[in-house]
């Protein structure tokens, strides 16, 4: 009972640093990309529950990327601080073996595997797609905060604008371009214009209205161009779209749509040029998390007597680390070379098997563990 108590509080203790560490990375790297999404507001104009719902639901796909390495760290923490405070000395000496342990760590490393499966292969593809579909829906708030003074604007589609100086909402030296037909109206045959130009010398913005004083109408139609001169004009951006990316990427598709699209059973989207992209986020997604018993059973290895404690922990470490990059970076190239791929999906496996077969041996050939 006294040996289940431990074991059940090593385990907690593992899964509570390994969701501390996890989540400290994960907020750290929102924390960055947040700054980067605040051109949802100032550049494209959405409102900014838009911004906070979009940053949130990316952190379902910010977080299973340090999983890994979070918990590599947990089992370091834990081994290392164990034995510094000499307390594996006790479960030694009143005959505990050594391998419980190691199969103690070991259940951990499934139990994270179950949770980052679950973020993969569900989770993750369903959050990033709900946040595409947020930036999808016509979310225009107000026009003005995408002004800013003597900088040309592209930001939305067939639509670039600059103005010379902005005080408020109101603006100076206005030039607008239109080549989406986003600007209607000022002619009776819409179809013949190819191009909208409008300047003016003064502007008031009220949301998606824009109050003109004092300029010109240029329309390029094919065969001529015709000028219309104005006093005061109002316009509506109603039909403005931002040029923000809407459409799904891979990584935001279902699991199940990138195996029908692995199958070719989605013939418009998934050509032999997707496929290569495919593969990679299925292994992603599948395959990647059972590197990580594989790497719980390698800092298993501290366990192991030698000699040479430091240069034993240091090797440790960076095989460790090693492995965690090696499944990074390889995994790119799966789905461009067919051996790579085949190889990367049954290594963790032949691991698995070598390194816990390789622990059962060394620990029965040692009687204590270094501190």
Known sequence: MLQNKIYQNYFLEIIKTFFIIVL???????????????????????????????????????????????????????????????????????GVKKIKLVNLIL???FIVLLIYLLLSTFLTPFALNKSRTLLSQDQLNSFLPTIRSKQFSDSFKGFTFIVDSKVNNEVENIFLHDTGQNLKNFSSNASEISSTTIIAKKGIIDNRQMFLINGQIILSRIKNIEVINFEQLNISLNNLTTSTIKKPKLQELSTIDLIRCFSKQIKNTCDEE?????????????????????ISLLCSFLFIKNPVIMRDKFLIYSSSFLLLVFTELFIRYTGINYQLGITYIFLPFILLVIFYLTLIYKLKTTTKIHE
């Open 24 to 94: 400290g990375l994960s907020m750290i790297a929102l924390t960055v990309r947040a700054v980067n999404f605040l051109e949802l507001i100032v550049d494209n104009g959405y409102p900014v529950s838009t911004y906070f719902q979009f940053s949130f639901l990316n952190l379902f796909g910010i977080a299973p990327k340090f999983i890994p390495l979070a918990f590599m760290i947990s089992i370091i923490i834990f081994i290392i601080k164990h034995c510094e405070d000499s307390e594996f000395i006790i479960l030694w000496t009143s």
């Open 274 to 294: 997707a496929k290569k992209e495919v593969i990679p986020n299925l292994i992603r997604r599948l395959i990647l998390p059972f590197y990580i018993p594989v």
């Open 107 to 109: 259940l951990s490393s």
